[in-house]
């Protein structure tokens, strides 16, 4: 296909929550990988849902995630204006188009009217349908009432998503919908398909609770005489047992909270692709570009895909791995422990060589390497909870840690001469590396891990590592 335009259309009525940005991504991956054109559009017609700051936030994840729009607002474009509230003149016009063929009229009923006929309808065990209220000789509209559709024709409609497949809705689905509400904006409904056929979209991707109403869109399509793009809706994303939609209390952060917590940006889009779609392959892990050229939206599973926080961290972790040490340097700028402050950057890069591998989140790395700047502060109960250590009594552990202290005082420090000192002592004390080792590593570090023990006592240096074994023999 050319001209592939696909847009997200997101409503600045609050945080931007992992699920929301599937609707972006597939899309922008649509976009990419047909050398089109991304779109985005700020829907906020609906005033009572605004959330101050909202938009800025939406702006900022999709920078942060790397999925730059080619038109909308801080970019312009020929369609614009990308912000619904500065469009009314266009939806007036589009709403003028209807009200010329006689398909839209003003709503004359007050609140107690429309409760009255949804009351009789009730009394009826009969569905409340406006459509079944029309007025016979509506007012001519001045804006202050509601502009609503009149459906054209009651019928069954059946249309393809490339997602979902073959879909059908009868006519329970149809009704005089609001298209103009009296504040004098537009309703989603209308606002949308207006929108969607002048900024020339040819997809368009969203969630699963569009689905109902899609056959009023195709009413007003025909309606409006637009061809309608192509309509494909996502499955929703499942809370971790599996059971219900994923919502705030699941754990559905948003994503600035996961950007806080040292989450890649790349992983995020990895986890939120691979979240109900994979390439037919067993591959897990997909760069960005690979995303791009592999995605399709045929191969996105129709049930609901389930969050799984854990995959989530351990997938950030495979990406940090495929990070130059540079590119890692200068994304966990802000990560650091206090006390790395006065540390210079060729000490920090060593640092972050040793514990690349280790790092699940960017925000692990206090825990992970404050040793390495500071004094650590001595936690015994971490050798008593320790299967092998607990066993041994404290002379023992004096003992070892005095030969290990002399023998490592007459050592070179590199980490190869570490390697065959640290093989010596395990000879001349006798035991195994995970007893001796271990207790090295403690003493040295009280972290709950560390990197190859060798490389570890290389980077702290001669001098903090005899001071620290010196003080816990002490
Ligand atoms: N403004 C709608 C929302 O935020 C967009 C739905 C659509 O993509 O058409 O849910």
Known sequence: MTNIRTRFAPSPTGYIHVGNIRSALFPWLIAKQNGGKFVLRIEDTDQARLVEGASDLILDTLNWLGLDWNEGPGKGGEYGPYIQTERREIYLK?????????LAY?????????????EEAKNNKQAFLYRDYRPEDPPIWDGSQPLRFKVPEVKRYTWYDPVMGELSAGPEALDDFILIKSDGLPTYNFAHIVDDAEMQITHVIRGLEYI???PKYLSLYEALEITPPILACLPHIMAPDGKKKLGKRDGAKSVQEYRTEGILPETMLNFLASMGWNDGTEQEIFTRDELITKFSLDRVQRSGAQFDEKRLIWMNGQHIRLLSIDDLFNRVANFWPESAKTADDIHKKQIL????DRLKTLADLPTMTDYFFAEPIVNWSMIEENNQLSKLDKSEIIRLLSTSKET??????????????????????GQKPAILFSLIRL???????SPALNETLATIGKKNTIKRLHNIIR
């Not at 003003?106 to 949804?118: G, I, K, L």
């Not at 060589?353 to 690349?356: C, D």
């Not at 005082?409 to 002592?425: P, V």
């Open 94 to 102: 589009w709403a003028q188009k209807l009200i010329d063929k006689g």
């Open 106 to 118: 003003a709503d004359p009923y007050t609140t107690e009217q429309v409760e009255q006929f949804r």
């Open 212 to 214: 109902p109403s899609t």
């Open 353 to 356: 060589k040793l514990v690349q």
């Open 408 to 429: 490592l005082e007459k050592s070179d420090f590199d980490a190869e001469s570490l390697q065959k000192t640290l093989n010596n002592l395990l000879e001349t004390t």
């Open 443 to 449: 003493a040295v570090s009280w972290a709950p891990f």
